[in-house]
């Protein structure tokens, strides 16, 4: 019995050690993007074709109480918005998404969105937002992302 509780700290403590020392750097990010608001800065891909910002379009998204983290993205044809639920919202998702869905709609009738609260497709739209800080990156690539996160987000749901 002795011997059983010595073995099965020792492989605890190998397995401990083993997780703390795996962690990157980028998935340190990744993780706390999931946890804390990172507000990432909303995207336009095609500029001055918009009549409408992004920013406008984020700050009306945040404005919801259930909501505390935004992101949008404006491509060519559709607009991305993505956001993060508060923790006792969770269990209201659908209803939200509705609600957000439809007072998008009515104050932008000329847009085309696509909403989600999933917390990948978040990711990928501040990876995304990211990688069109670089002038090299273009934006015929960037509008193929955003295309590759909506086909995402459609085979998710």
Same mark, same amino acid.
């Given at each position: 019995?002795?011997?059983?509780?010595? &073995?099965?700290?020792?492989?605890?403590?190998?397995?401990?050690?083993?997780? %703390?020392?795996? =962690? !990157?750097?980028?998935? !340190?990010?990744?993780?706390? &993007?999931?946890?804390?608001?990172? $507000?990432?800065?909303?995207?336009?891909?095609? &500029? %001055?074709?918009?009549?409408? =910002?992004?920013?406008?379009?984020?700050?009306?998204?945040?404005?919801?109480?259930?909501? +505390?983290?935004?992101? *949008?993205?404006? %491509?060519?044809?559709?607009?991305?918005? *993505? +956001?993060? *639920?508060? $923790?006792?919202?969770?269990? $209201?998702?659908?209803?939200? #998404?509705? !609600? *957000?869905?439809?007072?998008?709609?009515?104050?932008?009738?000329?847009?085309?969105?696509?909403?989600?609260?999933?917390?990948?497709?978040?990711?990928? &739209?501040?990876?995304? %937002?990211?990688?069109?800080? !670089?002038?090299? +990156?273009?934006?015929? #690539?960037?509008?193929?992302?955003?295309?590759?996160?909506?086909?995402?987000?459609?085979?998710?749901?």
């Amino acid at each position: 019995m002795k011997i059983w509780t010595v &073995a099965s700290f020792n492989i605890f403590l190998c397995l401990t050690m083993l997780i %703390g020392c795996n =962690s !990157d750097e980028k998935g !340190d990010q990744d993780y706390m &993007a999931l946890i804390q608001a990172t $507000h990432p800065k909303p995207t336009n891909i095609v &500029a %001055g074709k918009n009549t409408v =910002s992004a920013e406008d379009i984020r700050k009306n998204v945040e404005s919801l109480d259930q909501i +505390y983290d935004v992101a *949008v993205i404006k %491509g060519e044809n559709e607009d991305l918005v *993505v +956001y993060k *639920v508060k $923790h006792l919202q969770r269990f $209201h998702m659908k209803k939200i #998404e509705k !609600d *957000v869905t439809e007072m998008l709609e009515k104050k932008y009738p000329d847009e085309n969105f696509v909403v989600s609260s999933d917390y990948k497709i978040f990711l990928e &739209a501040v990876r995304l %937002g990211e990688k069109m800080k !670089d002038p090299n +990156y273009s934006k015929e #690539e960037a509008q193929k992302r955003l295309e590759e996160i909506i086909e995402l987000k459609k085979e998710l749901t």
